[in-house]
């Protein structure tokens, strides 16, 4: 079975720049590191992060709020990669491991559950050798169309996920 190193090896970097700029994935190197990763054929998202000095919750170790901040937008871009338009409608993250700062880490999030009721993601947080799961998160969310987005005050219509994967 290959680890989560070896699946960002098959996997094209996500060029997260392109989009909306995120309070996650800022160029911030104190705050947070990420790199993102979509696995076309799997249809996952993989992420590489290092939680720096300005994510840090207790003493030396990762706010649980930058944790589930990451793996939330993990998630919502495995969504976008795969076409699906969404905002997040609920979110539950548990903590298995506390996450050292500074330390690499990486990130795998997928659809679980795909019906016209409702969309569900999970993601986790592992070493690289995914012997240690330092957290794990579920998530619901609400695909809207053009027009709803429209509603909200944001316009995806020129929403192109290919502009995001690096040749």
Same mark, same amino acid.
């Given at each position: ?28 190197? *104190? ?25 840090? $919750? ?5 706010? $649980? $709020? ?17 076409? +699906?338009?969404?905002? !997040? ?11 050292? +700062? ?5 990130? *795998?999030?997928?659809?679980?559950? +795909? !019906?016209? *009721? ?9 070493? *690289? ?8 998160? !579920? ?10 987005? +429209?509603?909200?005050?944001?316009? !995806? ?11």
């Amino acid at each position: 079975m290959k680890t989560i190193k070896e699946k960002i090896k098959n996997a094209k970097r996500v060029n997260i720049d392109k989009s909306i700029i995120s309070f996650v994935s800022t160029s911030e190197k *104190e705050r947070l590191q990420i790199e993102y990763y979509f696995d076309k054929e799997s249809k996952r998202v993989f992420a590489e992060i290092v939680f720096g000095d300005l994510a840090q $919750g207790p003493p030396g170790y990762a706010h $649980g $709020g930058a944790i589930a901040a990451v793996l939330d937008e993990t998630m919502g871009i495995a969504s976008w990669m795969n076409n +699906l338009k969404v905002l !997040t409608t609920e979110l539950k993250t548990l903590y298995h491991k506390a996450v050292k +700062l500074n330390t690499k880490v990486y990130a *795998e999030a997928w659809i679980k559950s +795909l !019906t016209e *009721e409702e969309l569900i993601f999970a993601s986790r947080l592992t070493d *690289e050798n995914e012997e240690i799961t330092f957290a794990s998160a !579920t998530a619901k969310f609400a695909v809207l169309d053009n027009e709803k987005w +429209l509603s909200i005050g944001i316009d !995806t219509s020129g929403f192109i996920r290919e502009d995001f994967i690096e040749k």
